[in-house]
């Protein structure tokens, strides 16, 4: 159980264009889910929280307008990085919250695989 | 001060050991803490959850939560080199955080042959 999955694992893209990033929890239902970027041999770095049916919160110093965060429904949030640049390139991760008590995963998180983004 | 610290790394042990990853945490309201394990290019695994005062064991693993102390580890024992991995360690942010967590920098565990 548990799980969550992120699409695509990878993307290659040209700059200037856009990408959008896919987060599921496959097995459980999540009201927040939370996105973090993460540059090589650095720490992890919380980009946004989602809640499903709100605006997504925006850490300081995180564009909202360039990384845009959609959460639709309990088991899917999507990010695009719009109009993406060479710095933009990183390892993008996002995790999912179960719902409080949810057998007893209590403020658990549950991270994706990621997607690397490498903008040309 | 940062909210959640770690034990300064890398760590390394040789194979069989125990590795021994020390945690402290500033917020004495948090309530639940965890340890997450990071591959090389890979995003963290959860690996443990610790709620209450005392030990929690899980196979190799024991997390060890001392709250009057603010002070959470996690021991491996019998360590493998497929342990060799960072080591991250969480509590909730706090406040109207939604759940957010505050992870420490990490500690790189080696376990040698």
């Known amino acids: 159980g548990a799980v969550v999955s992120q699409h695509p694992s990878w993307v290659i893209c040209k700059s200037g264009t856009s990408v959008k990033i896919e987060c599921r929890s496959l097995d459980f239902q999540a009201t927040t889910m939370f996105w973090y970027r993460q540059f090589p041999k650095q720490s992890l770095m919380l980009m946004a929280t989602?809640?499903?049916?709100?605006?997504?919160?925006?850490e300081q110093g995180v564009e909202k307008d360039k990384f845009l965060i959609n959460h639709a429904s309990l088991t899917l949030s999507t990010l695009t990085v719009t109009s993406a640049h060479p710095e933009d390139s990183s390892f993008y991760i996002c995790?999912?919250?179960?719902?409080?008590?949810?057998?007893?995963?209590?403020?658990?998180?549950?991270f994706g695989p990621g997607t690397r983004l490498t903008v040309l | 001060q940062k909210e959640v610290e770690q034990n300064s790394g890398p760590l390394s042990v040789p194979e069989g050991a125990i590795a021994s990853l020390n945690c402290t945490y500033s917020d004495r309201v948090s309530q639940s803490f965890f340890w997450y394990r990071q591959y090389s290019g890979k995003s963290p695994e959860l690996i443990m959850s610790?709620?209450?005062?005392g030990d929690k064991e899980d196979g190799r693993f024991t997390a060890q939560l001392n709250k009057a102390s603010q002070y959470v580890s996690l021991l491996i024992r019998d360590s493998q080199p497929s342990d060799s991995a960072t080591y991250l360690c969480?509590?909730?942010?706090?406040?109207?955080?939604?759940?957010?967590?505050?992870f420490g920098q990490g500690t790189i565990l080696t376990v040698h042959p």
């Open positions: 995790s999912a919250k179960a719902l409080a008590g949810e057998g007893g995963r209590y403020n658990e998180q549950f």
């Open positions: 610790i709620y209450s005062n």
């Open positions: 969480a509590a909730p942010a706090g406040g109207t955080s939604y759940g957010k967590l505050t």
């Open positions: 989602s809640n499903e049916g709100s605006k997504a919160t925006y």
